[in-house]
């Protein structure tokens, strides 16, 4: 493909953005958003720990950070169908100690090579692959892409719940873990671009180390505006219901609130980014940011149903926002020569980030018996992220679509 294929909207990469798209919703929505369907299901029928299952998961999320930049590195050297078929054979193993498990120590062991798996076939290569090849549409490839998980965990986990009563967890793991592993498979052989990924013009030059390119103007920034967002947000996700009860409100309506927040961000997804390929992606992020904060403001009043409704739609739209817009913006720093390396190191520090946030939440909460301490934080670390991107400025040589974002 050429340099100027490459521009020409999202035609050129569609089956690439549909590829996305499915294997997001299978993926993301299904194999890792119904994880707390199936720890219901194995604790009532086996009667095993939380504390060991919920270290699985632990686990697991710790070992898909830790690969993440192995995972960039691997897209950088030969393309997305390596890591990808890598990480395919990796979920292959975890569902198949997944579907042997006869103690809570196996769950454990299934999520070591489930979170590299995912690392390497959900979104990574994805995202870095719709980047290079997408410049002046990546927001909206990439909106359009993320909300297949928003839908995907819509629709997915109430099935997965239904097998699950139908057939038992070893039943439903065997269809999702079916569907996971088989999801990709037609994409890498068919569908997927072959080879090395094309480079933007802006990366033409000699290659600076890894180290002179992390020291790069705007590499702060651009850390602070990944690390901050995925403190809040994974913070909110894994609190909310608890913080909503708290408040009064009943168990069902504080599950639908969090349902909601997921729904919306599929919207935000793709508006944002639609929007964000038009009037820049630094003025959509910064507006997105905005909005989170002021949706945290509407969170700390939530007690009645009309606040905690204007939560959810403003926190839905700026949380889906900032997923579409992030990546254009860390091509515009990053660069593309490295930037499967790069975005994968930047990754890795937003997910640490996010491991913290709800650890950090629930000490405080433990020690105050209240959300209120917690909730600060979380605002302060959305202002604190809204004021980097307020200063941040656009790399010179890049797509119209970035430069128009100062």
């Known amino acids: 493909m050429s340099a100027d294929a490459q521009s020409d909207g999202l035609r050129p990469a569609l089956p690439l953005v549909v590829a996305g798209f499915v294997i997001s919703f299978v993926l993301v929505g299904g194999g890792i958003d119904t994880v707390s369907v199936f720890i219901n299901a194995i604790t009532q029928a086996t009667g095993w720990p939380r ?10 999320a710790a070992c898909a950070a830790l690969s993440t930049p192995a995972v960039g590195m691997a897209v950088d050297r030969y393309g997305v169908r390596v890591p990808m078929l890598a990480g395919v054979l990796f979920l292959a193993a975890g569902f198949v100690i997944l579907l042997g498990m006869t103690e809570p120590w196996h769950f454990v062991a299934a999520n070591v090579l489930l979170g590299p798996g995912f690392a390497g076939t959900a979104m990574l290569p994805i995202t870095v692959a719709v980047t290079l090849r997408v410049p002046d549409r990546t ?33 439903a793991y065997a269809v999702l873990g079916s569907a996971v592993v ?5 994409f890498l052989l068919f569908t997927l671009p072959r080879g090395r990924l094309p ?38 996700s894994v609190h909310l ?3 909503l009860t708290g408040l009064g409100h009943s ?11 997921i729904g919306i961000s599929a919207i935000g997804k793709v508006a944002g980014g639609f929007i964000a390929d038009r009037v820049g992606v630094l003025r959509t992020v910064r507006l997105a940011f905005i ?20 939560f959810v739609v403003l926190y839905g739209l700026a949380f889906g926002t900032q997923i579409a817009v992030i990546p254009a913006i860390a091509l515009d720093i990053l660069g593309g020569a490295r930037f499967g390396t790069l975005f994968g190191i930047m990754q890795l520090a937003a997910m640490l980030a996010s491991a913290v946030g709800p650890v950090s939440s629930g000490i405080i909460f433990d020690r105050t018996h209240s959300y209120g301490g917690a909730l600060l934080v979380w605002g302060s670390a959305m202002v604190l992220a ?21």
């Open 51 to 60: 504390s060991g299952l919920s270290l699985g998961v632990s686990v697991g």
């Open 139 to 171: 927001a909206l490839a990439l909106g359009i892409i993320g909300s297949g998980a928003s839908i995907g965990a819509l629709v997915l986990a109430p099935a997965v719940q239904a097998a699950a009563e139908a057939f038992g967890w070893r039943g």
């Open 182 to 186: 088989l999801t990709p498979v037609p």
């Open 199 to 236: 480079r933007h013009a802006s990366s033409a030059g000699p290659q600076a180390s890894l180290g002179a390119d992390l020291r790069r103007p705007g590499v702060p920034a651009l850390a602070g505006i990944m690390i901050l967002p995925g403190l809040a947000g994974f913070s909110v």
């Open 241 to 243: 219901v608890p913080y």
């Open 251 to 261: 168990g069902t309506l504080a599950a639908a609130a969090l349902g909601g927040t």
């Open 291 to 310: 909005a989170w904060v002021a949706a945290l403001a509407l969170l700390h009043h939530a007690g009645t149903t009309p606040i905690l409704l204007a």
């Open 386 to 406: 809204t004021v980097i991107a307020w200063f941040m400025r656009p790399a010179t040589g890049q797509p119209a679509a970035i430069r128009r974002a100062a």
